[in-house]
């Protein structure tokens, strides 16, 4: 939130005259994060309320499989939870379909967006274990093809590049950044870019069959024209997945150090979301939102969002002009 201004107004501008609020130059990049992230927050509580997520197949079909390949100490939890839930899913899914809508409806309204957030880095932890599994991230099969490392912990690290900062705490050499700051940001997402590279590299995701099988199970439940054009893109990357998939990693690694070294042309952006862009559309099919049964977009989206919370300019101190005030003063406050 950009910092307020106050325009002395009368004629002498003496001591006690009446100040009036200047007229707001923009939107600060925090805001249209802020929307961003909420209008995606609003569309996963929509999500949340098809039918499907209302009947048991919810936590048999969704839930308790997340479970599988991670340890113990991971899946034990995820386990207990999804059987205390299941008796009454219809009710507990309204309750999650109400917390989501919540949060996104409370990042659109400027005076709630602190709570919003708070409300929402709590809500994504507990997804991201219970009915993510973190991710997958332990099980050692985790792709960033696939959805690793977690569409709800993007939403909590954009979540703190949107972080509304006080007029107090503006500093011009440190513009954006939300709580973590500029250069926060450009670790966080430097670290996003390199470690999901890391986890394609991971050997199961390098054999030859792995992304064409990706591409298959995304056809599953999707309407028949986009299952039509996964099935044609599967056959085409047929035994060259290995190939394709190292090409992928290699554009992440390229991004991840180009943030890291703090290049900000408009070329790197375009590469993040050309490869973010391609891996929603063909081996996340989307999130599965037109299947019926998915819950969010996939970490696509999220990526081509975090791209731009790193990559928005810096902000220059906002400026006020006074015309025709000889002796006029701009207070910032």
């Given at each position: 939130?950009?910092?307020?201004?106050?325009?002395v107004?009368?004629?002498?501008?003496?001591?006690?005259?009446?100040?009036?609020?200047?007229?707001?130059?923009?939107?600060?990049?925090?805001?249209?994060?802020?929307v961003?992230?909420?209008?995606?927050?609003?569309?996963?509580?929509?999500?949340?309320?098809?039918?499907?997520?209302?009947?048991?197949?919810?936590?048999?079909g969704?839930?308790?499989?997340?479970?599988?390949?991670?340890?113990?100490?991971?899946?034990?939890?995820?386990?207990?939870?999804?059987?205390?839930?299941?008796?009454?899913?219809?009710?507990?899914?309204?309750?999650?379909?109400?917390?989501?809508?919540?949060?996104?409806?409370?990042?659109?309204?400027?005076?709630?967006?602190?709570?919003?957030?708070?409300?929402?880095?709590?809500?994504?932890?507990?997804?991201?274990?219970f009915?993510?599994?973190?991710?997958?991230?332990?099980?050692?099969?985790?792709?960033?093809?696939?959805?690793?490392?977690g569409?709800?912990?993007?939403?909590?690290?954009?979540?703190?590049?949107?972080?509304?900062?006080?007029?107090?705490?503006?500093?011009?050499?440190?513009?954006?950044?939300?709580?973590?700051?500029?250069?926060?940001?450009?670790?966080?997402?430097?670290?996003?870019?390199?470690?999901?590279?890391?986890?394609?590299?991971?050997?199961?995701n390098?054999?030859?069959?792995?992304?064409?099988?990706?591409?298959?199970?995304?056809?599953?439940?999707?309407?028949?024209?986009?299952?039509w054009?996964?099935?044609?893109a599967?056959?085409?990357?047929?035994?060259?997945?290995?190939?394709?998939?190292?090409?992928?990693?290699?554009?992440?690694?390229?991004?991840?150090?180009?943030?890291?070294l703090?290049?900000?042309?408009?070329?790197?952006?375009?590469?993040?979301?050309?490869?973010?862009?391609?891996?929603?559309?063909?081996?996340?099919?989307?999130?599965?939102?037109?299947?019926?049964?998915?819950?969010?977009?996939?970490?696509?989206?999220?990526l081509?969002?975090?791209?731009?919370?790193?990559?928005?300019?810096?902000?220059?101190?906002?400026?006020?002009e006074?015309?025709?005030?000889?002796?006029?003063?701009?207070?910032?406050a």
């Open positions: 939130m950009g910092a307020r201004r106050w325009i107004s009368g004629g002498d501008h003496g001591v006690g005259e009446r100040c009036t609020p200047a007229v707001p130059t923009g939107r600060s990049p925090e805001r249209v994060l802020q961003l992230l909420g209008a995606l927050w609003i569309a996963d509580g929509m999500l949340q309320l098809q039918p499907s997520m209302f009947s048991r197949a919810f936590v048999t969704q839930l308790l499989p997340v479970a599988q390949g991670n340890p113990a100490a991971v899946a034990g939890p995820i386990t207990a939870i999804g059987r205390f839930l299941e008796p009454h899913i219809a009710l507990w899914n309204a309750l999650f379909a109400a917390i989501q809508l919540a949060i996104g409806v409370g990042l659109l309204v400027r005076r709630t967006v602190r709570p919003a957030l708070a409300a929402s880095f709590v809500w994504s932890l507990g997804v991201w274990w009915a993510e599994g973190l991710g997958g991230l332990l099980t050692g099969t985790a792709s960033a093809l696939t959805g690793a490392p569409a709800v912990l993007i939403y909590a690290l954009v979540g703190l590049a949107a972080w509304p900062r006080r007029a107090r705490d503006l500093d011009p050499k440190t513009a954006g950044g939300g709580l973590i700051g500029e250069r926060g940001e450009r670790i966080v997402w430097a670290l996003l870019w390199v470690g999901s590279a890391g986890l394609i590299l991971q050997p199961a390098l054999a030859g069959g792995a992304l064409r099988s990706a591409l298959v199970s995304a056809e599953g439940g999707q309407p028949r024209w986009y299952a054009f996964l099935a044609r599967a056959d085409a990357v047929g035994g060259h997945g290995t190939v394709l998939t190292l090409a992928v990693a290699a554009e992440m690694l390229v991004v991840g150090a180009g943030v890291a703090g290049w900000r042309g408009a070329s790197l952006l375009g590469v993040a979301i050309v490869v973010a862009t391609a891996i929603w559309v063909l081996p996340e099919g989307l999130g599965g939102i037109l299947t019926g049964r998915g819950t969010d977009p996939n970490t696509g989206p999220l081509a969002l975090a791209g731009l919370a790193w990559h928005r300019s810096r902000r220059e101190p906002e400026r006020v006074i015309a025709a005030m000889p002796a006029g003063v701009a207070i910032a």
